[in-house]
Structure formats: C-alpha cells, structure tokens
C-alpha cells in the first residue's frame, strides 16, 4: 500500500466511487447516529458535476438508508455490498433470492445478540449485520459464531468488518458493483477511483486495481496498514475529505476554457 493518492492529470476523465461509513463519514456507535455535515454533501455535488454525473457511492448500507444519509442528494448508489444498485436513470436493479438464505438466520443471530448485552443486530433486509462495537469483549466470539455458520451454509458469504459481521448471500460484491457501473454512461471509459475503509470493500479495491484505476484505503487512527489491495492510503476521513476537495479543485481547473485556466493547471500539476 503506497502513500497519499495523486490527482486527475487534466486530461484524466474520472469515475468516483465511495464507500460511506469509515470512509466519507466517520463511525458512530451505531448506524442510526451517523452524520453528514451539509460541505459534505456540497463537495459530493461538486464532484458529480465536474464528472459529468460519474460518481456513486458504493456501501453496505441499503439504499433508502443511503438516501436517508445523503438527503437531499439522491446519487447512483449500490447498496448492502451491491446486491442493490441504482443507475444514473434511477432505474433500481435487485439480485434475487436473498430470503431463503438470511431469513433462517434472523431468529438465531436476534436470539444470539439478545444474550449478550451491547451486541446490535441490523436487519438490512437483504444482509444482516451483527455489530460488537459497543461490546468488544464479544468479539472473538462473534467470529467463532460467525465461522460456524458460514460453515452450515455454502451460499453464506461471511464479511469481517471494523467491530461487524455481516452475513450475506453469495454472488454480489462491490467489486462486481462497480463493474456494472463502468460498462454504462457516463461511467463507461472513465479511469476508475474508489475510496473505502474495510475488509468489505477489498473487492471493490481488487476491481480497480485490474482495470487501471486508482484504490485508496482510509486507515482511520489505526497504527500498522492492515494488509489490503489498495494502492494508496489516507489516515483519516478528514484526509480524505481534504484529497476530494483537491481532486475538486483539479478538476474545476481542467474545466476553465481560458488562457488563464490553462495557466493555473500548469501551475497546479507543475
């Protein structure tokens, strides 16, 4: 994993995708008690419009919650690790057959958590996360759990995230989200860029990486870089706030028509 990431040549035309939790805000105690600050949101629209409408965020969330998050944008999104995913058209795209695999699962993952004050049990509907956040000392015996019943069910895919399980169904992921992102306008034969936190968006990291992009991995405080397909590395979410705000920047300048646009990003990439 290499340092601080570069920014858009001028003649570079960018894709952005951007995991949320860890990555565009910071990690609360709980899902419901994130916040997104309103410069937030007006960098993100920024964004969207110096690349011509080519930017997602790519999340574990669902989609009404990303829309909840982000109100009043309303961007291309994948949602619960792609198995939901928005177009620019907003035309809703949904893998099918998730039930059968969670819905088993439900009554034994609440009945686990119930036992054991501070565990926090999020239904997504199409996944299920258990979180240990407020009750580290489980953690160990999450996984354990967790293991196990990956082990009962070979459709079962297991994520270990930062203090979550998440439990979902087999055949999605955010590197395949991004995949199908690319293969339409305007994200078609942009250089893709995508920023995340977690071992949830390795796959999205690995994408990247094979066609030509750009990963970037926020570490948020942890001291050693765990190990991680990503080529560059930011420490924090106000990093990466600051390095979009850059990227914005660049991009504005690559826009200007003028001898004195011209000027400045000679000046900017000099």
Sequence with gaps: ???????????ERWAIFLDIDGTLVAIAETPQAVQVE???LALLERLRQRCDGALAVVS?????DIDRLLAPLRLPAAGLHG???RRVDGTLLESGG???IIAPLRPLLAAYAEARPGLLLEDKHGSLALHYRLAPAYAASVCRHARRLAAE???LRVIFGRKVVEFQPRGSDKGAAIAAFLAEPPFAGRRPVYAGDDATDEDGFAMVNRLGGLSIKVLNGERRAPASAAQFQLRSVAALHR????VDRALALALLPTREGTAALD????
Excluded: C, K, N, T
């Design 1 to 11: 994993m290499g340092s601080s990431p570069p920014l858009p040549a001028p003649s």
């Design 98 to 100: 998730p039930e059968a």
């Design 153 to 155: 069910e070979p459709q």
């Design 243 to 246: 390095w979009l705000g850059a």
């Design 83 to 85: 198995r939901e995913r």
């Design 267 to 270: 000046d900017a990439f000099s």
């Design 60 to 64: 574990g969330r669902a989609l009404a």
């Design 38 to 40: 309103p410069d937030l």
